[in-house]
């Protein structure tokens, strides 16, 4: 990837080897691999078996999820908090893995719309709940 970052430089008319852009490749390399490492990372690892079974049916919610993600249209970061909350049936999740999910699907190439429907999409597969809403802010 850091050729790819040197060769963008160049495309741009930047001279890569010029003392603020030689170490740019690397640096921009491993933020786009920080920013895309939901690829790497299993939904089903993260949930891990922290099921319980639910003692009521009272909404769950987990609020200001800070989030960030990279649109696949333009290559370009987006960025807000994310609201996640379902109605129990039977079962719950440990409420520190909602925000974990929610980095899954955040960290790849994404449209919001998308990281709402592929969460809930897990969410109602592992808990069967009766309900799941997601809100997001930009």
């Known amino acids: 990837m850091d050729k790819l970052f040197e060769t963008l430089l160049k495309a741009i008319g930047e001279n890569p080897e010029r003392e603020g852009l030689l170490k740019t490749p690397y ?54 908090k994310m609201h996640v909350g379902y ?3 039977q079962k719950i999740i440990g409420l520190s893995k909602i925000p ?19 969460l809930a999409d897990l969410l109602l597969e592992i808990l069967k709940p009766q309900g799941v809403a997601i809100i997001s802010e930009s």
């Open 87 to 89: 109605i129990p049936n």
């Open 100 to 118: 974990r999910l929610v980095e899954v699907f955040t960290q790849r190439l994404q449209l919001q719309e998308r990281i709402h429907a592929q």
């Open 27 to 80: 640096r921009a390399s491993q933020a786009w691999k920080f920013l895309t490492k939901g690829y790497q990372a299993d939904p089903e690892k993260i949930v891990n078996g922290a099921l319980f079974t639910a003692e009521s049916q009272d909404l769950v919610m987990v609020k200001d999820i800070t989030f960030y993600s990279v649109c696949e249209h333009h290559l370009l970061p987006f960025f807000g």
